[in-house]
Structures are given as structure tokens and as C-alpha cells.
């Protein structure tokens, strides 16, 4: 049996991505990855949440230095987070976590016409760093 596809295995974060800021948000799709078995407790400034409840208050209310989700996930791609934050107002960073890409520039260029005052980008992941 094979594991999941790599759009649900953003929980497991490698070293390098759990000390990105004070302040980080998780989106992705929790009850997802809770039935697979992945533990998902908080680590110091590192907080998880459904894509479903991100909002203004939630924002407002933890001011994230930088949010984070997979490039796809079972209910929501980069896409439509981008666009989410952009109606929200959010300024700050919002990174993607994903396998190495074939073009990850028209990823980019997608999202920041989509969204042009989000700072986005992508953070690639090598088979390595998995």
C-alpha cells in the first residue's frame, strides 16, 4: 500500500520549516489528516487549522507572520487560499509547501496576479528534506 499523496503530508514539517516564526499558521484539511493518523499538537508558534475557518477574526485575532498549506489539498488549493487572503487584507507571507515542481514560476505569476499584494512563494521540497 502506498502513503497518502504528497498534498496531505504537510503535518510533517522538516526541521527547517518549525522555526519559520513566532507566529505560523497551518491550513489544510485537519480531519483529513487526523484519520491518517498524523499527529497534529501544537508546537511553540505553530498553529493548525481547516481551511473552512480561516476568516478576519482568525487573523486579526492571531496576526500570523506567515501562513502555510500544501499546494492542494481534498477541499482547496493554493488558489483559493491566495484569493482568500486577498479579500481578508492579509499582507504578509503565505507559502506553499510542495514536491519540486516541473514550473513553479506559472505557479507564482498565477497566484501573485491573482493576489498581487501577498507576499507568496513557494517552498520546494526535495526528496531529501522529505
Known sequence: MSGPPASDQMPVLPEALRNLSKNTLVIGDLARWKAQGRALEPLDGLQFIDASDLNDDLLNRNEPEIILSPLVAGHFD?????????????????????????????????????????????????????
Request: hydrophobic share 55%; aromatic share 6%; glycine share 4%.
Open 78 to 130: 493554493a488558489l483559493d487560499i491566495a484569493m482568500k487572503l486577498d479579500m481578508l487584507g492579509f499582507t504578509g507571507r503565505y507559502r506553499v509547501v510542495a514536491d519540486n515542481l516541473p514550473d513553479a514560476a506559472l505557479i507564482r505569476a498565477e497566484v501573485c496576479d491573482l493576489a498581487p499584494e501577498l507576499d507568496f512563494d513557494l517552498l520546494l521540497m526535495s526528496d531529501e528534506a522529505r
